[in-house]
């Protein structure tokens, strides 16, 4: 697993906590989506790192990208203080983050685009790209890879992660129109920005929640 550089674009190479590394040749870019990038996405982008650190132990290992970007985002800015006090709370390294605006180089080069809310859903597809078949919330992403049976999906040491986790999206997209969310807010996770403490923590628990799914689904490790 890698971190993007950076700054607006993704060039050919990645940064880890500072250090340069060069991106394996065969790749899979998770890109978590909210409003400024300062909160929930970065929340999300961390932790779906720290998740995947701990099942696949080399973060290089299968070529996982996880970045993040906002439909309004904070270009340049740090993320909150409180957002980044969740992420140690799970352990999760918040350093060296530096927010991102939403750009079309973003969703282009995403294999698997996660959003907040079904607004930055419908703004990610609206931006073009053939977006709308890898492009779902957080919540909705981890409804559909649990009806997903893993025994159908290419085995991670066999075929490789970034195999799979293709292979996993394509299950999640077909399976979208069959599997709806009990209401709207099922799909939400809701802006912390300004808020106290505990209520980061209580979105950070959210995020956690919807994560563990998602990442063992990808890797084939359970937590």
Not at 12 to 36: C, K, M, Q
Not at 176 to 193: C, F, K, M, Q, T
Request: hydrophobic share 45%.
């Amino acid at each position: 697993m890698t971190a993007p550089e950076t700054g607006r674009g993704i060039g050919n190479e990645a940064v880890e906590y500072g250090e340069p590394l060069v991106l394996p040749g065969d790749s899979f870019r998770i890109l978590h989506v909210s409003t400024g990038n300062v909160c929930r996405s970065p929340i999300t982008e961390r932790l779906t790192r720290h998740a995947l650190a701990e099942r696949l132990g080399d973060r290089l290992a299968g070529g996982l990208v996880v970045e993040s970007a906002g439909t309004w985002g904070h270009e340049g800015a740090p993320m909150e203080a409180n957002a980044e006090t969740v992420l140690a709370d799970f352990g999760a390294d918040p350093s060296g983050f530096v927010g991102r605006e939403l750009l079309d180089d973003h969703v282009i080069r995403a294999d698997l685009v996660l959003t907040a809310t079904r607004d930055h859903r419908a703004q990610v597809i609206s931006m073009g790209h053939s977006a709308g078949l890898r492009t779902f919330t957080l919540k909705e992403f981890t409804r559909l890879v649990q009806a997903i049976d893993p025994a159908t999906l290419p085995d991670a040491l066999e075929a490789g992660v970034v195999e799979r986790a293709r292979a996993l999206v394509r299950a999640a997209a077909a399976l979208r129109g069959w599997l709806l969310a009990p209401s709207v807010e099922a799909d939400e996770v809701y802006d912390p920005y300004g808020a106290p403490l505990p209520f980061f923590r209580s979105v950070g628990g959210e995020i956690s929640e919807a994560l563990d799914p998602v990442v063992s689904a990808l890797t084939g490790v359970k937590r």
